[in-house]
């Protein structure tokens, strides 16, 4: 189901909401479908002295299906279940938050205004603008002795419409818009697109709607030149091969009956705008509506490896720092979960990573917590805390192998990946994990048997990447990179391995908890 949250309407999709007809299998089919795993080699074989010399002194990434055990593997496959049930209803950075409020109230979360003052054991939380959420496990111990903390962005590459986005061309109608994040442009084409918005109105009240989810909505498109009359366009670089202004979005065709008007086209779907959704074309100016891959999260395989979805980067990351959260065992240390936004534009905004508003939030615990706000003993907070940055990173494509160190790259299906540090050329923006915190998180994932390895994001003059470790570095905690391996980032289908969705919820888990 979509959310309904009371204070705004919503107009869920252009036809009534039916039950998904993705039914996940059971248990017992999942037991099934893993049966040969019971199959087991003799484990007091003698090895040979090359071997053991082999097993005594290599360090060996397994992939997860020679490690895991079958009961192991189930539940793995059933987490990645509940995670694309999560993945299929957040598509916006706004739909993770009701969607992560929703799960965190359900396990007894309240809002940290609601509270007068914190002690162990309590769970709150709070929504950022409704575009970040920040939760927190209140532990027994002083603030002053830091946080364990979770931080990932739940913002995705998407299509934003532009504040005056619609007009008419040859007898059909469009919307233009202007791209978010870091995309292959000509990925975009061609493809069932849904629109997500919310509209404030003159009037002061909120619509948020979706189109194009349900099966029997509408969807939209962004046209491309057909291969027949595509000699110039295929000389051009990929850069260019679609153009920014040239994402117009499809959306209509049908005149007005009037025919003494201009703009008979746009008029129309101004008019369906007005009688189904009660917007205006002065309503757009000021909205939020975004275009994203409209469907369903999907298995990648014969074997059901995969999840093949929109929005992997960084909701696969966000999704087990929620569930980390919500399960967690309250303990000596507080555990804490950030979900910022904009980090695919640079973690800036009173939304974004850098903001004042998540330090705010752990402010806020302090003084409640504490009784009282004392800035050395909060900036001592900040410097004691553990964090795990949690992103995406690269998962090795044997399609693609020239743009990365094959000795030094994550695979799929290897478990969660820590990742020393991001950046491209000579480490340029890069936090830096040092030696120190990058062996305590291993050993204490090895510890809690958590499978984990680790790679660069690509070829040192290839590129690169960062994410939101650098920002809370800053303010002097120890953190480090850590997440799943994808294929396809920042494609409308991304793709991940479940066994690694499953190695990073453990990772968290252990590592919030025990931190
Ligand atoms: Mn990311
Ligand atoms: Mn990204």
């Not at 199959?39 to 020679?66: C, I, R, T, Y």
């Not at 979360?109 to 209140?138: M, N, Q």
């Amino acid at each position: 189901m979509f959310y309904q949250d009371n204070s705004v309407e919503n107009n869920v999709g252009e036809t009534e909401k039916k039950e998904s007809n993705i039914t996940a299998p059971t248990v017992n089919e999942l037991s099934q479908m893993f049966q040969d795993m019971e199959v087991s080699e003799d484990e007091n074989k003698e090895l040979s002295p090359g071997k053991a010399l082999e097993e005594k002194l290599q360090n060996k990434s397994q992939h997860l299906f020679d490690v895991y055990d079958k009961e192991t593997t189930i539940s793995a496959f059933s987490f990645a279940e509940d995670y694309r049930i999560f993945l299929d209803k957040s598509k916006t950075e706004r739909e993770v938050v009701l969607n992560g409020i929703d799960l965190l109230k359900n396990v007894g979360f309240v809002d940290i205004a609601d509270k007068e003052t914190l002690t162990a054991g309590d769970r709150v939380y709070k929504s950022i603008r409704g575009k970040g959420l920040v939760a927190a496990v209140v532990g027994e111990a002083s603030i002053k002795d830091g946080f364990n903390i979770l931080g990932a962005h739940l913002d995705s590459p998407r299509l934003d419409i532009k504040p005056n986005p619609l007009y008419e061309e040859g007898e059909m109608t469009f919307l233009k818009t202007h791209y978010y994040g870091g995309i292959k442009k000509y990925q975009w084409t061609t493809i069932p697109l849904a629109l997500h918005g919310t509209v404030v109105r003159k009037d002061g009240t909120t619509l948020n709607f979706t189109v194009g989810e349900d099966e029997n909505d509408p969807v939209f498109a962004l046209t491309d030149l057909l291969i027949h009359l595509g000699k110039d366009q295929m000389q051009k670089t990929a850069a260019k091969v679609v153009e920014g202004e040239e994402m117009n979005i499809l959306v209509g065709s049908r005149p007005v009956p009037h025919k003494d008007v201009s703009n008979r086209f746009k008029l129309a779907i101004l008019q369906i705008l007005k009688e189904r959704y009660d917007i205006s074309e002065r309503d757009l100016l000021s909205a939020e509506i975004s275009a994203v891959p409209a469907g369903k999260t999907r298995d990648l395989g014969f074997d059901r490896s995969f999840l093949a979805g929109y929005g992997h980067d960084d909701r696969v990351c966000a999704y087990p720092a929620v569930r980390a959260i919500a399960t967690m065992q309250p303990g000596e240390k507080t555990g804490l979960m950030l979900l910022t936004d904009k980090e695919e534009v640079g973690s800036q905004g009173n939304t974004g990573a850098q903001s004042q508003s998540y330090e705010n939030f752990m402010m806020e615990i302090y003084v409640k917590k504490e009784g009282a706000y004392d800035v050395l003993g909060f900036h001592q907070a900040l410097e004691n805390s553990s964090m795990l940055s949690t992103d995406v990173t690269v998962g090795f494509d044997p399609n693609f192998p020239s743009t990365v160190d094959p000795k030094n790259v994550c695979y799929m299906g290897h478990g969660v990946a820590l990742t020393k540090y991001t950046g491209h050329g000579g480490k340029g923006g890069a936090n830096d994990a040092s030696a120190e915190f990058f062996s305590k998180v291993a050993h204490l994932l090895d510890e809690h048997k958590v499978p984990w390895q680790t790679g660069e994001l690509g070829k040192v003059d290839q590129g690169g990447g960062g994410t939101i470790a650098l920002y809370y570095a800053n303010r002097g905690m120890q953190v480090i990179d850590s997440g799943v391996p994808v294929l396809n980032m920042h494609a409308p289908g991304e793709v991940i391995h479940k066994l690694d969705l499953y190695s990073t919820y453990q990772a968290y888990k252990a590592f919030i908890e025990n931190m």
